[in-house]
């Protein structure tokens, strides 16, 4: 049986944190690891256990400590076993605490299925609740590394995360359109038959719009489109990392292929409100996405080929639904080490190509409706520039 050794951690030593960007935040950090036993690479193998804590203390949002744990177990060599916990904080940008100063009070026309039409005019308050709090935020992950060493320079990480968030800053911008469709999810934001004497002050504020010519009388509904604090956001998934490099010659070869693929992002505007699953509709993240690369170094030379994909994700926001189809592109990086090369720490100027979607696929098609205006696809997730090339000279010294 191998001969475990404990050992003993360092002890923990405060570090201030220096925020001269966040002017009335200041804080707290503390850590250490705590190495339990070490098989010295036999069974059970080595065991260690890290905990870190922050406290921060804000002039306007108040004080938060958060606690962070996380335990490895490498029971054999080349592979790994891990898992963490901690708690979050994030106090509202700056550009979060705007309140009316960018607001927008618009009349619109939005599907209704309880109208006669099918549509009816609603008077749709965008921009920022003066109300919004901080951001706080469980996590748990656990994940697994593996190096095996019949395939050396072979390496292989999985990491599943579920993140819990509580008064997570969002919007619902992306769906307003559905709004009334969708009464069981946004009914906290809809107020049915609003008292005329609130939509003449809309109407008659410096930030109202009219585009559709809507007298007050025709609003049916005040949807409230604002950036705020949401009751419960849970998200959930997978980030997956496959690695080779081995060396070729006089040269090396690197081979990654890597994503990530979300399960669920589980948004709730209130306690009682329903579920609303956003993950994979537009607006939102999408389900799947990959990453595969094929590089090389042989002397002063070096280059790549990686392959990206989006997958197809859901356009909710109009009606009825439509599908976006999955993108996928190439991009080439060349590179030269013209001169210097072989004076190491010397001067050296090395010239790069880079090619941002070789082949020039067009992003898939995508009805984008904003207000006042609407385009082909989806500016959140592809672009319309197509083919980019830029040469690029490095000199060091």
Do not use: C
């Not at 360092?10 to 690891?33: C, D, I, N, Y």
């Not at 390496?155 to 992306?174: E, H, V």
């Not at 090395?350 to 500016?379: C, M, T, V």
Request: zero cysteines; a neutral charge.
């Amino acid at each position: 049986m191998p001969r475990l050794r404990s050992r003993v951690a360092a002890p923990l030593a405060p570090v201030v944190l220096s925020t001269p960007l966040s002017p009335g935040r200041a804080g707290l950090r503390e850590g250490a690891a705590l190495p339990v036993f070490d098989a010295d690479g036999s069974f059970p193998g080595e065991l260690s256990l890290s905990l870190a804590g922050r406290y921060e203390d804000y002039s306007d949002v108040g004080d938060t400590a958060n606690p962070k744990a996380g335990i490895r177990w490498t029971p054999l060599p080349g592979l790994a076993l891990r898992a963490s916990y901690g708690r979050s904080f994030r106090a509202p940008f700056f550009d979060e605490l705007v309140g009316t100063a960018n607001a927008r009070y618009q009349t619109i026309r939005v599907a209704d299925p309880a109208s006669p039409t099918g549509q009816s005019v609603v008077l749709a308050l965008f921009g920022f609740r003066p109300d919004i709090g901080p951001e706080k935020a469980t996590s748990w992950t656990a994940g697994v590394d593996f190096e095996p060493a019949f395939v050396p320079g072979a390496k292989l990480a999985l990491t599943y995360f579920d993140i819990d968030y509580r008064g997570r800053i969002a919007s619902g911008s992306a769906e307003f359109r559905n709004f009334l469709v969708a009464r069981d999810i946004y009914a906290p934001l809809i107020e049915d038959n609003p008292d005329p004497a609130l939509v003449a002050a809309y109407f008659a504020d410096p930030s109202f719009s009219n585009a559709i010519g809507a007298a007050p009388g025709d609003v049916r509904a005040i949807i409230d489109v604002r950036t705020r604090n949401l009751s419960s956001s849970r998200v959930r998934g997978l980030d997956f990392d496959l690695g080779y490099s081995r060396p070729i010659g006089e040269g090396r070869l690197d081979l990654s292929f890597g994503g990530s693929r979300l399960f669920e992002i589980d948004n709730r505007l209130i306690e009682t409100a329903a579920p609303n699953n956003v993950v994979g509709t537009l607006g939102n993240p999408v389900k799947l996405r990959l990453r595969g690369r094929a590089g090389f170094t042989l002397g002063t030379f070096d280059g790549g080929v990686a392959v990206n994909h989006l997958g197809s994700y859901r356009n909710r926001t109009i009606t009825p639904e439509e599908r976006v189809k999955s993108w996928t592109t190439v991009d080439l990086q060349l590179g030269a080490r013209i001169a210097g090369a072989d004076v190491p720490g010397g001067r050296s100027l090395r010239l790069a190509l880079s090619i941002n979607n070789l082949f020039d696929r067009d992003p898939p098609y995508a009805r984008f409706q904003s207000i006042g205006s609407a385009i082909g696809y989806d500016p959140e997730q592809a672009n319309a520039i197509g083919r980019t090339i830029a040469l690029q000279a490095v000199v060091a010294w």
